[in-house]
């Protein structure tokens, strides 16, 4: 049997940058930003990158995230792209829309929330007093599920249980190429903080 070739050109990566549109306006106004929150959404830009899924094909992905840290991020999807990471979704509506638009295992890659940082499950609570890195759209979580915000060994989603030991490489844990292609921007890394506190999705312009 004669195998198609596929175009390069439908291979190669892309990315774009542009101001939320308004009906991304319209999901983020009220439970995900609102008057107070330390940017405004014309601080804000949709970011378009191509990535890979976990079943090997090439998707187009959106996140909203800072405008200065934009075209950075630009690059660093760039390199996951080339490094052929997985990513399980990535998805402006599957983020912020209803409930019924969200998929069921909640493993979105995303970035802006304007939020408190949330605390580490080692002493429970719902916030720490101070805006997350998320709030300014300075952060960007990688699949979730696979890469679990851990405190004392414990972590809140127990569908991430089994990605707590961090000894044995699945798809979709965050790689060293992963962690060098954010570090190339000058992010650091919640899996690099001390203590029993390790936050493996995260990745922000502070490492914090």
Not at 32 to 59: A, H, K, M
Not at 102 to 122: L, M
Not at 198 to 206: I, L
Request: with cysteine; hydrophobic share 35%; glycine share 10%.
């Amino acid at each position: 049997m004669r195998l198609l070739a596929i175009p390069l050109a439908l291979l190669a990566f892309h990315a774009n940058i542009q101001p939320l549109p308004k009906h991304v306006r319209a999901e983020l106004n009220g439970k995900y930003w609102r008057s107070g929150c330390p940017v405004t959404l014309s601080q804000l830009r949709v970011l378009t990158v191509s990535y890979w899924d976990f079943d090997g094909n090439v998707q187009q992905g959106q996140m909203v995230v800072n405008a200065d840290a934009a075209p950075k991020l630009a690059r660093v999807f760039r390199r996951l792209y080339e490094l052929r990471f997985p990513i399980r979704h990535m998805d402006i509506d599957e983020t912020y829309g209803p409930a019924s638009a969200q998929p069921a295992d909640g493993d979105i890659t995303g970035s802006f929330e304007c939020r408190q940082a949330v605390p580490s499950p080692c002493t429970g609570g719902t916030g720490t007093g101070h805006w997350s890195m998320h709030a300014y759209g300075l952060a960007v979580d990688i699949n979730p599920v696979e890469n679990p915000y851990v405190g004392c060994g414990m972590t809140r989603d127990k569908t991430a249980l089994k990605y707590v030991d961090r000894s044995r490489h699945r798809k979709g844990m965050v790689t060293y190429g992963v962690l060098q292609a954010f570090r190339s921007i000058g992010w650091g890394w919640g899996g690099s903080w001390s203590g029993n506190t390790k936050d493996y999705m995260h990745f922000s312009a502070t490492g914090h």
